[in-house]
């Protein structure tokens, strides 16, 4: 679709301790950095862990801890929730709890969060205490069934909390009421990794280490998963969490990481000493979150806290084989969705929904978060995908655009019409929820409505935000790898995008639908530079009639058979 480049606004320089190139000084002023102490990513930067709940949870580990109780860790399905389960497990032996053990909800039996139905089967196991990891602020059923079996609960979670919530014996989530943590942006992962560094605290302070001889565990050790879950679940990325990401990534890249992450670079095809952040998302994330849409978050768990590498280069061969599953999966879910959007459009070309919303009962429930973030990004709408789950039942996941908090539209919807939905949570830009099959087409009708009360056609254009045009001399190698360290880049902290008027001298197509270029700066061609473009129209690309495009790019650093070149990362091209 047809996007709007938007130049960020100039905003006065901020004042930094160390020399800066201009172009760093200027992108950084320009993601809000007013000082230079927020680009210091040691790790005696981060936040003081004062929430809500802490000290009660902690007291309660520390005593389970002791007493050597057996703790059960429940999950989610998705990489937070495995990086989270595999740091707890992790962190708590290495405490010296020797029965503690972990249970993911299976998606397509289970569901979402601490259920019910996960308690009996988490019963089973004869836990003293249940923690929950990036879930259950909303399980108020799941918590009341397991302390009616005597079973304490702790909830440790960081999504946005409904009017009620669980009767826990201490609920941590810098999201509660009252929780007086300054970042409200920690992931899952982030926030288990401050528990249990607390936890740690409380057993040294007590003696515990010392008299039973056990080595006190480096909490830096397990930084490695919470770069990855923190990265992977798209949460803002603020100072705190930057340190957490940049700390993560230091140790990665000195070869100090989980044989698990290791064997899933490899399969990936990253060197571990290039890695950055983006590699999380797009990389590791995609493979690790394959074994819970598919099959059994459980095995991207065992991969994380497998000790043997050549164990866990089989498991993440498995991910991988799961990963290209699932894009064959989604492509034809894709194609499906698509068709049903054209036929809406050929019907009524301004017809189109404001919030769209796609149901097919052939569907794959464990692919529709990623459908429906790829049809968001396609037609700059606000978009939920269902599948059905039998029994009468559909699940959806939704993901917005900007101007949209998701999660509060879902709640707008649920006052407005109490009868449609059945459960539902989320943040700003992504949400689940249920609803009965029959109640689709007014679920459909009421979401629409409340997208086009809370949003101006203004709203559905979608815009690229450009850090401007770049001097010709800083379209450099050394350019891009400044550019490159000085992340960790990521959510509400972007990667640098510029954008331009360039000449294209060659055109190509590669694979099925990228576009790999040459391009001059100037139209005698006395500067090239290589550029290339994922996932092109190719009704359009490649096109030997078009001799100038104006474009919106990162710049990236190409390595290629030992050769080393600067290459334009293209996230937008217009013919001109």
């Known amino acids: 679709m047809q996007k709007t480049i938007r130049r960020r606004e100039s905003v006065p320089l901020a004042q930094f301790d160390q020399p800066l190139h201009p172009l760093l000084q200027r992108i950084y002023s320009a993601r809000g950095v007013r000082h230079g102490r927020e680009l210091q990513y040691q790790l005696a930067h981060l936040l003081k862990p004062n929430f809500k709940g802490l000290p009660e949870a902690v007291g309660l580990l520390a005593d389970a801890v002791v007493a050597q109780a057996k703790i059960v860790i429940v999950g989610d399905f998705d990489a937070d929730g495995a990086t989270s389960s595999a740091l707890a497990v992790l962190a708590l032996k290495a405490m010296g709890l020797a029965n503690v053990d972990f249970l993911v909800p299976n998606r397509f039996e289970y569901g979402y969060g601490l259920t019910p139905e996960i308690v009996a089967v988490a019963a089973a196991m004869q836990p003293d205490i249940i923690i929950t990891v990036d879930n259950g602020i909303s399980s108020i059923e799941g918590v009341n069934a397991a302390r009616e079996l005597g079973i304490a609960v702790i909830v440790t979670d960081h999504h946005l909390p409904g ?44 003696g515990w280490f010392e008299e039973n001889d056990i080595a006190e565990p480096n909490m830096a050790s397990f930084l490695d998963l ?3 879950g923190t990265v992977a679940d798209v949460v803002p990325l ?10 993560g990534l230091e140790r990665i890249r000195a070869g100090r990481c989980r044989p698990g992450i290791k064997a899933m670079l490899e399969v990936a095809g990253k ?6 952040a983006s590699d999380f998302g797009f990389a590791l994330g995609p493979r690790l979150n394959a074994a819970g849409r598919l099959d059994d978050m459980s095995l991207g768990i065992q991969c994380l806290l497998c000790e043997s590498e050549n164990l866990a280069r089989e498991m993440a061969a498995q991910m991988d084989e799961l990963n290209r599953d699932r894009k064959a999966i989604e492509t034809g879910m894709q194609q499906e969705a698509m068709s049903m959007l054209q036929k809406t459009l050929q019907a009524d070309a301004n017809d189109l929904p404001w919030g769209v919303c796609l149901f097919d009962e052939t569907w794959h429930q464990g692919v529709i978060g990623i459908l429906a ?11 939920i995908v269902f599948a059905d789950v039998g029994d009468g039942e559909i699940k959806g996941s939704a993901r917005s655009v900007p101007g949209l908090h998701i999660r509060d539209a879902l709640d707008a919807v649920a006052a407005r019409h109490p009868q449609l939905l059945q459960k539902f949570g989320g943040h700003a830009m992504a949400a689940g929820m249920s609803l009965a099959r029959a109640n689709f087409a007014a679920f459909a009708q009421a979401f629409d409505d409340e997208v086009r009360r809370q949003l101006t056609e203004a709203d559905l254009q979608a815009v690229v935000m450009s850090d401007g045009e770049l001097a010709a001399q800083d379209l450099s190698l050394p350019v891009a790898a400044q550019l490159r360290d000085a992340g ?3 959510q509400h902290f972007p990667e640098p995008v510029f954008d331009g008027e360039f000449y294209l001298l060659q055109q190509r197509k590669v694979g099925e639908k990228h576009l790999k270029m040459t391009l001059a700066v100037d139209a005698q061609g006395q500067q090239l530079v290589d550029a290339i473009a994922f996932n092109v129209d190719t009704s359009i690309w490649p096109n030997p009639q078009i001799q100038r495009v104006r474009l ?25």
């Open 163 to 206: 009017a009620e919530l669980p009767d826990a014996d201490a609920i941590v989530n810098p999201n509660q009421p009252s929780c007086e943590f300054p970042s409200k942006s920690l992931a899952g992962v982030g926030v288990i990794f401050y528990v249990m560094n607390a936890l740690r605290a409380e057993l040294r302070q007590i």
């Open 226 to 228: 919470v770069a990855l």
């Open 238 to 247: 603020d100072h705190n969490n930057r340190i957490l990401v940049a700390q």
């Open 271 to 276: 060197q571990a000493h290039k890695l950055v």
């Open 373 to 383: 973030s790829r049809i968001k990004d396609k037609y700059h709408r606000p978009t």
């Open 488 to 490: 960790p880049w990521g």
């Open 552 to 576: 919106a790019y990162k710049l990236d650093i190409n390595e290629f058979r030992g050769n080393t070149n600067l290459q334009l990362l293209v996230d937008y091209l217009e013919p001109l």
